[in-house]
Structures are given as C-alpha cells and as structure tokens.
C-alpha cells in the first residue's frame, strides 16, 4: 500500500536527550514536511524539503533539525535546545511540479518529555 | 508565521444538525483544502478546490472556492456521530515556478450530541 509512515506512534523522551521521529514515505513525492501541534495552535511548519539534501526552515525551526538523505525519508530530531518539545508531530509530503496537488499526512507521533 | 482566519473554533450540536464553518485570508489562495482530524491521527484529506467559485461535493460535504480567492467554507449536512473532529483549512499559492507551502487555520472542533 502506497502511504506515508510516521513512528513511533508514541515517544517519551527525558529532558536533555535528543529525539529523532522517523517519517517514511512510498507516494514518490518530491515535497516532505514537520507540523507541530499543540491544542488550540492549529499546526506551525517546522521545516520542509522540496529535493534531496535541501531543505528551508519553518516558522518554529528553533530547536528542530532534520535531514534529507533519501526521497523516501524526512527524519526529524528534536534536540535539547527545544524548551517545550512535549506535543503531537505530523509529517506530510505532495508531489511537486504539477498544477493541482495536495498534501497527505501521517498517523502522527506524540512526543511527551518526562 | 502566516495563519487563516477558521470559524468557529469549536461547535456543540445535535444529531441531524447542517453544520458550517469558513476560512478567510487577506492574501489570495490558488489552492483550498479542507482535513478532518480524529483525535490522536493524522489530518483526512476531505475536499480540494483549485478554482475560485468551485464548489465541490463530497457525500454529505459541500466546499466551496470563494470568488475573491481569500476564503472558502465547508458545510456538512445531517450530521452524524461519526462527523466528531477537527476540521481544518488549508491555503496553498503558488508563486510564479516556486512551489508554495501550505497554510493551516486553527481548526473547528466539532461535537455531535446523538
């Protein structure tokens, strides 16, 4: 099944520690992107890649890195720098280069810092 | 970072009910879409609009373009329990060969009392 596959579904992560979420995508798009969410914030773009080994910060980049090695995969790591980490990731990817297209998103990761 | 404008934020109604909420932007839009988000997965795609006065249908959902490209609404009609979420405006421009990012509203939260 084509798709696109966060995980892990949850993680817990104690404070000062690096996290890496994994986004994994089959739909060959071009385009990958992180999505903070917290209640009532509605998701923020915290960075996105159009083509391999580029990629531009969002507007909450702070704390976040990521990487674009392969097509398939867009993984995000939250570093220690990020104050608040505690809330729900999304990753979603679209094909570029035509007139119409639409973004398709994961299942999600809950990061909770203990 | 840029946001849209999503009403209402939240709605309590009853089985049956016709249910409506809208989008609005100052900057012009070439691209609408409407997610619904169950709690703790990722956004649905529900409906995509690509030109201004479009309205499309999908089942008991009905979206529609606005003609000034600034905004854009979704109604569901006879609501059901299963209609329960968080729905989502999406925004998309397209600057001249530049592929543009998507723009996210708050969300309207909605609950259905059966």
């Known amino acids: ?114 | 970072g840029q946001q849209l404008n999503q009403s209402p934020q939240s709605m309590f109604i009853q089985e049956g009910e016709d249910v409506s909420m809208n989008c609005t932007s100052s900057s012009i839009f070439n691209t609408w879409l409407w997610y619904k988000q169950d709690p703790g997965e990722g956004p649905v795609l529900l409906i995509a609009l690509y030109k201004a006065g479009e309205l499309t249908s999908n089942g008991r959902l009905t979206a529609q373009f606005g003609i000034t490209r600034k905004d854009s609404f979704l109604n569901i009609s006879a609501s059901i329990p299963s209609d329960v979420g968080i729905y989502f405006c999406a925004g998309q421009m397209n600057y001249g060969g530049s592929q543009g990012n998507l723009i996210f509203g708050k969300g309207t939260k909605l609950s259905v009392k059966p």
């Open chain 1, 1 to 114: 099944d084509g798709g696109i596959t966060q995980s892990p579904k949850y993680l817990f992560r104690k404070e000062g520690q690096n996290v890496t979420l994994s986004c994994e995508q089959n739909l060959n798009h071009d385009a990958m992107y992180w999505y903070r969410q917290d209640p009532g914030q509605g998701l923020r773009l915290i960075y996105y890649s159009q083509i391999v080994n580029d990629f531009q910060k969002g507007d909450i980049a702070e704390g976040y890195s990521v990487s674009r090695e392969k097509k398939e995969s867009f993984p995000l790591t939250v570093t220690s720098a990020q104050k608040n980490p505690t809330a729900f990731y999304l990753c979603a990817s679209r094909p570029l280069g035509q007139a119409n297209t639409e973004a398709f998103f994961g299942q999600g990761t809950r990061l909770t810092v203990v």
